[in-house]
Every structure is written in structure tokens, then in C-alpha cells.
């Protein structure tokens, strides 16, 4: 049975395909949008980000599975992503930074293509913006977009300053990381308060609802087999799970997401023809690199004992009760900084790429709440860190796992396969060390680092705490053991390989992605902000084409 037709089938109703949905509706397009998912705005636990956190794992998470990494001892991982209306905008934390200019220069010179550069893409983010603060540039940010960007210092009327804001300042600026204002032009280096697109009231902002969809025709808990084409080439709409078509008269635009989108581009004909061959698919167009370049962040999570848990620092301590810190993720500052050049051992695959020195390599988060570390209690006894790597380059693959549409795929992340991205955490981590145990401001707060327990198949033994002077292979350990990824996967259908610089799929016509499967390289920063931007622009080409 075919339904529509449509102008314009979206497939994805996440982040991405929220804006382009939208954004074509309003400006009188006939589009509708495909969601796997249920609409969960019934559901009390998407209001806020910390009820959020309850929802992982389940019916709104597809809760992918990797396969065992060998450079993570062999684990298996669990990457969370959004599967509702809203996707990973509805079970995320919140967190709204940009990535570094530098970031996107690269994704544009790669690309040949300087719409993705940092200025390229300057406007988008502007567009995206209500930026909570009116005397902020506006060649920075912008005042009357959908999504309300807060500060955390600025959030809730300025309550809440977290207790240990100032030392954890402090601290830092004891190591020469500095307070880094307003980020002129895109400079990301340095201390950097956290920011969020929460509302004035610390209520989520999921992408349905401040991109409206009134005018959208919206077809949730819809699942979409492939999409089929007609004799020229052209994407002429989607085959649905139960049997039915949607007819696209001008485009088939795929959002599912860097994890089902290349599973959706294989199932459809596009893809390496020995992965289709596997599966008895017959090929549309051989595109070799779907499903190639998966690159994500890579963190590790470390929690801190505190002398003195009755000051109420962190969330479960009685005094830690101001209602402010409850509105929100409880977090406040980000520490970007580079890897200057010497500090890393000689690498025995690549080196780093000329320049890299001068790149913002890494991240330490600090949290006033222990996230999910095995053993350690949230009774205000500790606060944590996370130790994150912006720059990875390690990549993974995604492969079918059959030709069933129901069957989510294979995935091999990869994770810390090059010495580069082991080295780098490894001096990340010593950095994060230095911060909270040999600094005069966080040293007089903090006791030691607490270690997480082991799995339960290696109960037999235990980590020691990390300290000053631990050894490198004991960092290296607890990185290939208790390391995680932080849930930012993308690059599996990368541009300048699988589509053009305006996300239209190589070989074929009618069919284009937007999500971040495009995104050629790791960005730094947290990745909604560059989702919207990224978006914003996509559906500005998609109008300029029609």
C-alpha cells in the first residue's frame, strides 16, 4: 500500500530531521516525517536532565550493543541513542558547546568546501541561538533563535553557582588554564564554562518542540526498511517495515542518525558491495566508505573522595540542597587544552598531524553527581571528573547484521586502536590528576581518587587509586578498563565520500543525510550545538534547491 506522496520524506525525526522538518514545513513544503520511535511528550521523565538520566536503556534509547573492542580489553560497549520524537535530545544532559575553530577548518579544507569552515558556519549557529545573555557579540551568538542557551552561572536567576565553582577555577588557573570569556573567534583553549539549552525554568528543550512540526505531517513508531528508487536512479521514497511505501516527489532525507543511517544507505543498495553481497542485496551504487570513518569520543571517568563530605559539594549530601542545583545537570567547568609538542612519547603508527600541538586535544569535566562509576556511592562523598578526548583518531566501522530491517547492526568502534589517542588520554589524565590532587586549591578539598570496582567476571581483583605518581601502565589499565565512550558517534557517512557538500548521496539522485554520519572529522565540544548548526544549514540548501 502506498500513502503520501510527499515533496519531502524525512527519515528520522531526531535532532536533525526535527530542523529540516521544520524548517521546509514552514516555508509551505509538503513534508513528512518518519519516526521509529514513540512521541514521548507524555513521558514526566524527558522534562528535565536529570530525570533524564533514568532513561537510558530503555524504550527511547536503542541502546546499541558494540562489538568486543580488543584495545578496551576486550569489552563490549553500550552506546545510547535517541529512538522518539526528539531523539538524543531527549535523553541527553544538556551540554551546549561549540568545538573549536580549528575543528571545522579542517572539516571544510578536507571537504573543499568553506560553508563548514568556522565562519561558514558562524550564521547557523547564530540562527539556532537565543543566547541568554544581550550584551554577548552578536557575530557570536544569537538572540532570537529556537533553542535558549544558558550559562550555568547565569541559569535560574543566577542560583546556581555550585560550591566549588571558585576552587575548581582556581585550580585550574594554578596549571596556567585560564578563564576563557567568550571564546573570540571560535578559540575554544582554556577554562570554559559549561553551557546549556535548558529553559528559563531548567526544563529540557527537545528539538520537536522548539522547532515546531505543526506543519509537518509527523508518522511516529514508523519503521523504514530502505528507500527504493525508480528506473532513473532517483530516490522516489521509502519502504516501511510493515509493508508500506511513502512516496517522495523531490527528496528522501535521511536523519537516523550515525548508527542507522549507513544501515539504512546499505539496506537501500548503497554501499560496499562485498557488505551487500554478504547480505543478498542487490547494489544501487557501490559507495565504499558507508559505514567506514566512525569516530566518537572517548572519556574516562574518574570519581574523588572528599575530606569533607558534610560541606555538601556534591549531589546526596545534605547539604547540597539548594533547589537550583537540582534543576539541571550539576556540572560548571570544561578545561580544553592542548598536548604541547614533546609530551607525547614518539608515535610507532603515525604522528600527529603539523599543528596538532595547537589544537584543543582534550577535555576535563568536572561533576558535582558520580555517573554511574561501578561501586561508587552518590551520598555526596565525592565528586567526579571526565577525562575526554575531542580529537580521536581511531575509527570504526558499521556493517549489517543481516538483512532484516529489525536487526540493529554491527558495530565496531575501534576505540583507542592508535597509540596517538592512547598517549593523549594518558596525559589527559595525569593533567586531571595534577588538578585535583596536586593543586593547593583542590588538594585542601579533595582526599584521593576512589576506584571504581571491577567488573563482576574480574572481581578477583581490584584497581589502586590513581595518584601523582602513577605509572604509566597503570593509567593505560584503567583506560582500557573502565573507559567509555561519551555517546557523540559520527562520520559513517562521511562527507566528500559519501555525499557532497550539501549531504546529496553520491551515485543517485533525490536522496540526501543530514545527521551527524556527514561530520568527516571529530569535533570537539559537545555536539549538539554543531548538530543544530549543521542542520540549519542543510535545510537552507534543501530550500535554495527547490
Known amino acids: 500500500m502506498a500513502s503520501g506522496p510527499a515533496e519531502y520524506v524525512v527519515v528520522g525525526g531526531g535532532l536533525a530531521g526535527c530542523v529540516i522538518a521544520s524548517r521546509l514545513s514552514q516555508q509551505g513544503k509538503d513534508v513528512i516525517l518518519l519516526e521509529a520511535g514513540p512521541d514521548p511528550s507524555n513521558n514526566p521523565a524527558t522534562a528535565t536532565f536529570l530525570t533524564g538520566v533514568s532513561l537510558a536503556g530503555g524504550d527511547l534509547d536503542y541502546s546499541y550493543t558494540t562489538e568486543p573492542v580488543l584495545c578496551t580489553d576486550k569489552r563490549t560497549h553500550r552506546l545510547i541513542a535517541g529512538k522518539a520524537l526528539g531523539g538524543g535530545t531527549v535523553l ?116 520537536n518542540v522548539v522547532y515546531p512540526l505543526s506543519k509537518a505531517k509527523v508518522l511516529t513508531n514508523t519503521l523504514v526498511h530502505k528507500v527504493i528508487f525508480d528506473g532513473t536512479g532517483k530516490a522516489a521514497g521509502v519502504l516501511l517495515v510493515d509493508g508500506s511505501v511513502i512516496i517522495a516527489t523531490k527528496e528522501v532525507i535521511l536523519s537516523a542518525g550515525a548508527h542507522q543511517t549507513p544501515k539504512i544507505l546499505m539496506l537501500s543498495g548503497i554501499g560496499p558491495s562485498p557488505e551487500l553481497a554478504n547480505h543478498g542485496i542487490p547494489v544501487v551504487y557501490e559507495s565504499k566508505h558507508v559505514g567506514r570513518n566512525l569516530h566518537d569520543h572517548f572519556a574516562l571517568h574518574l570519581a574523588w573522595r572528599l575530606r569533607d563530605p558534610s560541606r555538601g559539594y556534591a549531589l546526596g549530601s545534605p547539604g547540597f540542597s539548594n533547589p537550583a542545583f537540582f534543576k539541571c545537570f550539576p556540572w560548571d567547568w570544561v578545561a580544553n587544552q592542548t598536548v604541547p609538542k614533546g609530551a607525547l612519547p614518539k608515535m610507532i603508527d603515525e604522528e600527529p598531524k603539523p599543528g596538532w600541538e595547537k589544537r584543543s586535544a582534550f577535555e576535563v569535566l568536572t561533576a558535582y553527581i558520580i555517573p554511574g562509576i561501578r561501586g561508587i556511592p552518590t551520598d555526596g562523598s565525592h565528586i567526579s571528573t571526565s577525562t575526554m578526548l575531542l580529537l580521536p583518531t581511531s575509527r570504526g566501522v558499521i556493517t549489517l547484521r543481516s538483512s532484516s530491517p529489525t536487526d540493529p547492526p554491527r558495530i565496531y568502534p575501534n576505540y583507542l586502536t592508535t597509540q596517538q589517542d592512547r598517549e593523549t588520554l594518558i596525559y589527559a589524565t595525569r593533567r586531571t590528576l595534577k588538578a585535583m590532587l596536586g593543586t593547593e586549591n583542590l588538594g585542601a578539598i579533595v582526599e584521593c581518587e576512589s576506584p571504581p570496582d571491577k567488573a563482576p567476571e574480574k572481581a578477583y581483583s581490584s584497581f589502586t587509586p590513581l595518584t601523582l605518581d602513577s605509572s604509566h601502565g597503570d593509567i593505560d589499565t584503567r583506560l582500557r578498563e573502565t573507559g567509555e565512550p561519551h555517546q557523540h558517534s559520527g562520520g559513517t557517512a562521511a562527507m566528500g565520500k559519501v555525499v557532497d557538500g550539501e549531504g546529496r548521496v553520491f551515485g543517485v539522485t533525490g536522496l540526501r543525510v543530514a545527521d551527524a554520519s556527514i561530520i568527516p572529522v571529530p569535533l570537539g565540544g559537545h555536539p549538539q550545538a554543531s548538530l543544530y548548526a549543521m542542520a540549519e544549514q542543510i535545510a537552507s540548501m534543501i530550500l535554495a534547491d527547490s
Open 92 to 207: 541527553n544532559y544538556g551540554g551546549w558547546l561549540r568545538g573549536d575553530a580549528a575543528d571545522y577548518d579542517e572539516w571544510a579544507e578536507l571537504v573543499g568546501d568553506e560553508r563548514w569552515s568556522y565562519q561558514g558556519l558562524k550564521p547557523w549557529f547564530v540562527k539556532s541561538e537565543k543566547f541568554h545573555d544581550p550584551n554577548a557579540d552578536p557575530q557570536e551568538h544569537g538572540f532570537d533563535g529556537p533553542v535558549y542557551v544558558t550559562s550555568i552561572a547565569a541559569a535560574q536567576d543566577g542560583q546556581r553557582k555550585y560550591p566549588l565553582r571558585e576552587t575548581v577555577k582556581k585550580a585550574w588557573a594554578e596549571l596556567e588554564v585560564q578563564h576563557n570569556v567568550d571564546r573570540k573567534n571560535g578559540a575554544s583553549e582554556g577554562l570554559n564554562e559549561m553551557h546549556e539549552n535548558c529553559d528559563s525554568e531548567g526544563k529540557r528543550q527537545p528539538s
